[in-house]
């Protein structure tokens, strides 16, 4: 598992929020997810600011964006007699009551893990949502992808190294395909 301390090398980092609606069927309960991404990490964990080398040479393209950490909210209706019903959001902070959430360029979900082997309960996976196709000679695009343990607040590999050292450009980003009961 890898834990990213996100600091800062000078200046405010060029980070994104992406946010994301993740139904959980089974529970018949909508969570709101934020995603943010840092637009250049280095292979310390540290934002990496933009660098022109001029005209011929272009931008510096060395370092990846990449995902540095969610916040999941539980979303309720809230009525009280005589009043209108009131969107509630309440922090979920550490566990995910035994879930696995999937969120992705295509869709989001959530499953119960004890039934869906191999799945660790309490994590947030994950793949890049960049929905540009990255520049033919970038070195990066498709790469964002993991897992997210909520307890620790700390990443691990899904299928592809984190390691900003070891990303490879993945063309097309991998997509998250939704298990139904006859694949169980």
């Known amino acids: 598992m890898m834990a990213l301390s996100f600091t800062t090398t000078g200046r405010l980092p060029e ?3 992406q946010k994301f609606l993740v139904v959980a069927d089974q529970m018949n309960q909508l969570f709101l997810l934020d995603r943010y991404v840092c637009l250049r990490m280095g292979p310390d964990g540290t934002y990496r600011p933009h660098i022109y080398f001029g005209k011929y040479k272009g931008w510096d393209d060395k370092f990846p964006h990449q995902t540095f950490a969610f916040h999941v909210f539980k979303v309720d209706y809230i009525s009280v007699e005589g009043t209108q019903p009131k969107l509630v959001e309440t922090s979920v902070e550490g566990s995910l ?3 696995a959430m999937f969120v992705g360029k295509n869709h989001s979900f959530a499953i119960s ?3 869906n082997h191999g799945l660790k309960n309490d ?3 994950f793949t ?6 990255p520049p033919a000679g970038s070195m990066y695009g498709g790469h964002d992808i993991g897992i997210y343990h909520c307890a620790t607040r700390t990443f691990s590999d899904c299928f592809y190294p984190r390691d900003t050292n070891k990303i490879k450009k993945i063309v097309p980003a991998p997509m998250w395909f939704t298990p139904n009961e006859s694949t169980h």
Not at 128 to 133: F, P, V
């Open 97 to 99: 009551d035994g879930m």
């Open 15 to 17: 980070a994104m929020r």
């Open 113 to 115: 893990t004890p039934m």
């Open 128 to 133: 890049d949502t960049n929905r540009h196709q």
């Open 123 to 125: 994590c947030i996976y």
